[in-house]
């Protein structure tokens, strides 16, 4: 067994005990404290469920009424012109909407053209240099209350956008 692989396995136990011990040298009733976590940590769970039942309903309008693929066949000759292949692009679009659909799109990706294939590596790296934006600013702003998230959005858009264009470009040049 390699050293990366103990301290894999150790670092997270180690790292609960640490903060265990710490807190008892400090007299925090650490309990008390866990127990009133997971109570807040519940309330904010149910304060957030009409967000994501929204945000779910959208993205099933999205896909259903045929948006996403007509936006896919304006985007394939532009890509293709590039050398991005055309399965990836329903990934590129889906990943801000949706992380467990983009995970779902990636794995079926992988499963048909292999994890050593281009496409495959394309695919697991946009999933990692990218996030779920759309997920993300209707959750999270949602629980805490915030409703004016235009500039938000731009952002974590262009972000995304900024992830997809360096995964194609490392996957091109590494690979």
Do not use: N
């Amino acid at each position: 067994m390699g050293i990366v692989t103990i301290i894999s396995i150790w670092i997270l136990p180690c790292l609960i005990g640490f903060v265990l011990v710490y807190a008892t040298f400090k007299r925090v009733q650490t309990y008390e404290e866990f127990v009133e976590g997971g109570k807040e940590g519940f309330s904010i769970a149910i304060s957030i469920i009409p967000y994501l039942v929204g945000m779910l309903v959208a993205i099933s309008v999205f896909r259903a009424s045929g948006a996403m693929d007509f936006l896919i066949q304006i985007i394939k000759p532009f890509l293709s012109a590039v050398g991005v292949p055309s399965e990836v692009v329903p990934l590129a679009l889906i990943r801000p909407i949706s992380g467990t659909g983009a995970l779902a799109m990636t794995s079926d990706l992988i499963a048909t053209h292999g994890p050593d294939s281009f496409i495959g590596r394309l695919a697991s790296t946009m999933q990692g240099s990218t996030d779920t934006t759309l997920y993300i600013l209707t959750v999270y702003f949602g629980a805490v209350g915030i409703r004016k998230m235009g500039d938000a959005l731009k952002v974590g858009l262009l972000a995304d956008l900024v992830g997809i264009i360096s995964a194609v470009i490392v996957v091109i040049l590494v690979f």
